[in-house]
T-cell receptor, first 114, second 109 residues
């Protein structure tokens, strides 16, 4: 069972370059999320999408953009990377985004911006 | 704003019991989640509490007191494979999850 896949697994990126992190889920979940995880800070929400065609800003959205053209895919784009965006990025999905909804996480992308 | 506190590290012996506490102050409350995360891997769901009391699931139990803004995760009969980070997360008033920084549990033989 695939669940949620992310690509690439890891990447080293020069500052100023752009990059898109890919996320695909095969569970037909309506809601999808992007988090970054930094040591000592825990997971922080970057952007989310409650359903295809809609997106919203999370706690730390600056420097990132997302799109949700269909149910399965939720790419995260860094338009001009900066070293502070070095982090581990996790994509997650949930059935509806409701109160008792459980989020399921992808394997993560480790990004280093130099 | 969101404030979720949990200890940074805990160490316990194989076969023992460990209790990981989590206190929270959030804008609204729609449930509390515990996730397990092994090093270099994705978080995986452990438990969900929305009403006060204890939820038991095998060797793991989770407790919630909404009036005190407090939860704990209880790990019984510890095994080496339980060495991981345990993340406390609160679903706030707009249904988004806010995570604590995580508690790293090390199980020693």
């Amino acid at each position: 069972t695939a669940g949620i896949t992310q690509a690439p697994t890891s990447q080293i990126l020069a500052a100023g370059r752009s990059m898109t992190l890919r996320c695909t889920q095969d569970m037909r979940h309506n809601a999808m999320y992007w988090y970054r995880q930094d040591l000592g800070l825990g997971l922080r929400l970057i952007h989310y999408s409650n359903t295809a065609g809609t997106t919203g800003k999370g706690e730390v959205p600056d420097g990132y953009s997302v799109s949700r053209a269909n149910t399965d895919d939720f790419p995260l784009t860094l338009a001009s990377a900066v070293p502070s965006q070095t982090s581990v990025y996790f994509c997650a999905s949930s059935e509806s985004g409701g109160a008792s909804d459980t989020q399921y996480f992808g394997p993560g992308t480790r990004l280093t911006v130099l | 704003g969101q404030n979720i506190d949990q200890p940074t590290e805990m160490t316990a012996t194989e076969g023992a019991i460990v209790q990981i506490n989590c206190t929270y102050q959030t804008s609204g409350f729609n449930g509390l989640f515990w996730y397990q995360q092994h090093a270099g891997e994705a978080p995986t769901f452990l438990s969900y509490n929305v009403l006060d009391g204890l939820e038991e699931k095998g060797r793991f139990s989770s407790f919630l007191s909404r009036s005190k803004g407090y939860s704990y995760l209880l790990l019984k009969e510890l095994q080496m494979k339980d060495s991981a980070s345990y993340l406390c997360a609160v679903r706030n008033g707009d249904y988004k999850l806010s995570f604590g920084a995580g508690t790293t549990v090390t199980v020693r033989a």
